[in-house]
């Protein structure tokens, strides 16, 4: 398998949904203290549906994917959905990961179960800073 998939290639290089929403409904942040990763999630929430969705990321180029990636799947679906996600789930919307780039799978799961705990909790996480 390559260093990277297409898919992780293509969100690396052109990524989806980047930024911050103003107002946002809930706020999520995730951070790998041992590789420096980290991404934070944005959303608004309508019906138990994300409705709107950004994030920030800093890291390697399969964490700024999988940001992109987890936005675009995570943009219209129900927070049941969302939670159920594994770190397989992760993986493959990414088109496969090397071996030393799974961890950046466990990332996207994490924050994206964040996300829906955070909303259903009422829990709003400070935008943290986010290295450049």
Same mark, same amino acid.
């Given at each position: 398998?390559?260093?990277?998939?297409?898919?992780?290639?293509?969100? *690396?290089?052109?990524?989806?949904?980047?930024?911050?929403?103003?107002?946002?409904? /809930?706020?999520? *942040? &995730? @951070?790998?203290?041992?590789?420096?990763?980290? &991404?934070?999630?944005?959303?608004? /929430? #309508?019906?138990?549906?994300?409705?709107? &969705?950004? *994030?920030?990321?800093?890291?390697? #180029?399969?964490?700024?994917?999988?940001?992109? /990636? &987890?936005?675009?799947?995570?943009?219209? #679906?129900?927070?049941?959905? =969302?939670?159920?996600?594994?770190?397989?789930? +992760?993986?493959?919307?990414?088109? @496969?990961?090397?071996?030393?780039?799974?961890? /950046?799978?466990?990332?996207?799961?994490? +924050? #994206?179960?964040?996300?829906?705990?955070?909303?259903?909790?009422? +829990?709003?996480?400070?935008?943290?800073? =986010?290295?450049?």
């Amino acid at each position: 398998m390559p260093r990277y998939s297409p898919t992780v290639v293509d969100h *690396f290089t052109h990524p989806r949904n980047a930024g911050e929403l103003d107002n946002p409904d /809930v706020r999520a *942040f &995730i @951070g790998n203290p041992v590789c420096g990763d980290q &991404i934070m999630l944005t959303a608004r /929430v #309508a019906d138990g549906t994300v409705a709107a &969705i950004r *994030f920030r990321a800093h890291g390697c #180029a399969a964490s700024l994917a999988t940001a992109s /990636v &987890i936005t675009e799947a995570a943009l219209g #679906a129900p927070l049941g959905e =969302i939670e159920a996600w594994d770190d397989e789930r +992760v993986e493959e919307l990414l088109g @496969g990961l090397a071996p030393d780039q799974r961890h /950046v799978a466990a990332l996207g799961r994490q +924050v #994206a179960h964040r996300l829906v705990s955070n909303y259903r909790e009422g +829990v709003d996480d400070d935008a943290p800073l =986010i290295c450049a």
